[in-house]
Structures are given as C-alpha cells and as structure tokens.
C-alpha cells in the first residue's frame, strides 16, 4: 500500500479531531463534576439518571402541595378557634342575660351584633385574595346579609352564595387528601340536621331586644350545638394535618436515597479526569509536533 502525504496529512486531522474531542469530554466533566453530561456516554446510565430526575420532580411537587394544604389548613384553624371563642362569649351573653333585665338585654344586643358581624367576617375569611368557604367558588364571598330590610330578623338573616366544592391535595402517586372548602357545614348546617349559626345569633338578638327570655335561655343549649359543629370540623381537619405531616416525613426521608442514587450514576472521578486530561493534552501536543515534521519537508518539496 502506497502512503502519500495526503493520507498521512488527513490521519492526522482524524486523531487531532478525535483528541480535540477527547479534551472537551474530559474539560467538561472536571467542570460539570458529572461523569454523564449527554446520553450517548452512558445511555444506560442516563436512563436511570432521567428516571431519578422525574422521581425528584414528583416529589418537589408533592412535598408543594403539602405545605400548601398544611398552610391552607393552619389558616382555617385559626380561623375556627376564633369562631369558637366568639360563641363562648356569645353562650356567656346569653346565659348572663336570661336572668338580666330589660336595659342590660338591650345593650347585650348591641354587643352581640358586634359578635355577629365577626363571626360572618371569619366566615368570609380568605386566604392569597381566595375565600376559604366558598367552594369553587373562590372568588364569591360565601356569605352575605342585607341590612337594609326592615326588620333585625331580616337583616341578621344569612345566606349561602357558594357551592358544594372542595380543596384536594395530591401528596403521592394515587393519594389526594380533600379538605372541605364548603362553608355550610361550619357555619349553616341546618339543613343536614345541624345547626346554622347565624340564625340561633339572630335568634339570640332579637330575643335580647323583645326582652323575652325564653327565647335567649334557648339560644344557649344552640350555642353548644354550634360550638360541637365547628369543633367536629375541626378535629377532622386536625387528622388531615397529621396525615400530611406524615406523609411530609416520607419524603423528606426518601429524597435523600434518590439524590444519593442519582449521584452514584452521575457523579465524576475527578482526579481520574484530570490525568486523562493531562494525558490527552501531551498526546494532543505530540501529535501537534509529529504533524509540523511531516508537513513542513511536503510544503518544501511543494515548492520546489
């Protein structure tokens, strides 16, 4: 076989090329500190890498949505622990005044309209400019009054304006956690056997202000039936946490194995990195003084 300088000159811009190659592979895992920064160095390899990747992604997500449900519900706590107070004091209003007199019921009713208005303030609480029990309507205060009727029955009258709809978190593959966002259940449950709030209140003020006590004696077993009400939804709510802090747990233990299996497959030896580096560069160097010998004698020759 007959070696020109031409076949000589094109193997040397193979192995220049392919040594060039060999450099930037090893720069950019020294830099990287990754051992697989494209498939095609360890495709095997990179699969688990994208599976580990995804797997992270999800759990990102899902440790999210937690500490959205866990603030969602912190909030709705504080909330109802507030309408329970409310109702002690309105209990204690009642109780004092079914034996008070008929100045002091009058003034009781003013206080326990102030009471009224809070609690329905509570009951439109809203959370990010959402309200909290309206829902899916978020966006709809879910109750309302008018006060301009002619009467304190009808202006201490509520009514519902949103729906039926709930909040749902999903905090693992196929388990989503529904936190109730319907405000009837807290505040207006007489019609599934409960008790609506606002109207044993109502009940409370205009028994205070037509001074007729049994009516207001009436009002206080109520006001325990509403404390009962908010205190169930509560305690439900208290279980929702407890799982959500569990499951919070789960991943914040479980993360850390995918990181560290990922690392296994991704990460670089780098002092093995830098000497194949150095050797590659003095290859590169020899190759570099190795081509100007064999080009300058062919230039010359040229021209001659």
């Known amino acids: 076989m007959r070696v020109t300088q031409n076949t000589m000159t094109q193997s040397l811009v193979r192995y220049l090329t392919a040594q060039n190659e060999a450099l930037y592979d090893r720069q950019t895992i020294i ?15 990179m699969g688990k890498v994208l599976d580990y990747r995804q ?4 759990i990102d997500q899902y440790q999210t949505n937690i500490q959205t449900g866990k603030t969602r519900l912190d909030e709705t706590e504080s909330t109802l622990k507030l309408v329970d107070d409310l109702l ?13 007199t008929n100045e002091s019921r009058q003034l009781a009713a003013e ?13 439109n609480a809203t959370q990010n400019d959402s309200y909290m029990f309206s829902g899916y309507l978020t966006k709809t205060a ?13 202006q201490y009258t509520v009514s519902y304006n949103g729906d039926t709809g709930d909040t749902s978190f999903i905090v693992a593959k196929n388990t989503e956690l529904t936190l109730d966002a319907d405000g009837q259940p807290i505040f207006h449950n007489a019609a599934a056997a409960g008790v609506n709030i606002f109207d044993h209140i109502r009940d409370l003020i205009v028994g205070l202000e037509n001074n007729d006590t049994d009516a207001i004696s009436a009002q206080t077993g109520m006001l325990d039936q509403a404390r009962t009400q ?6 439900a709510n208290a279980s929702i946490y407890y799982q959500l802090e569990i499951t919070e747990r789960h991943w914040q233990n479980y993360k850390p194995k995918i990181q560290d299996l990922m690392a ?41």
């Open 230 to 235: 908010v205190n169930n939804i509560r305690a």
């Open 111 to 123: 206080e326990v309209k102030n009471l009224y208005d809070q609690i329905l303030d509570l009951a």
């Open 31 to 45: 830099a990287s500190q990754k051992r697989i920064n494209k498939p095609s160095d360890d495709p095997i390899a």
């Open 88 to 100: 002690q004091v309105l209990r204690a209003i009642g109780q004092t005044e079914a034996g008070g």
């Open 264 to 304: 296994k497959e991704e990460e670089a030896d780098i002092t093995k990195a830098v000497v194949e580096l150095q050797n590659i560069e003095l290859a590169y160097q020899t190759t570099l003084a190795t081509a100007a010998r064999i080009i300058q004698p062919g230039l010359v020759q040229f021209l001659k």
């Open 142 to 154: 879910p109750f309302s009054r008018d006060d301009t009727l002619p009467t304190t029955f009808d």
């Open 55 to 58: 797997t992270l992604a999800s």
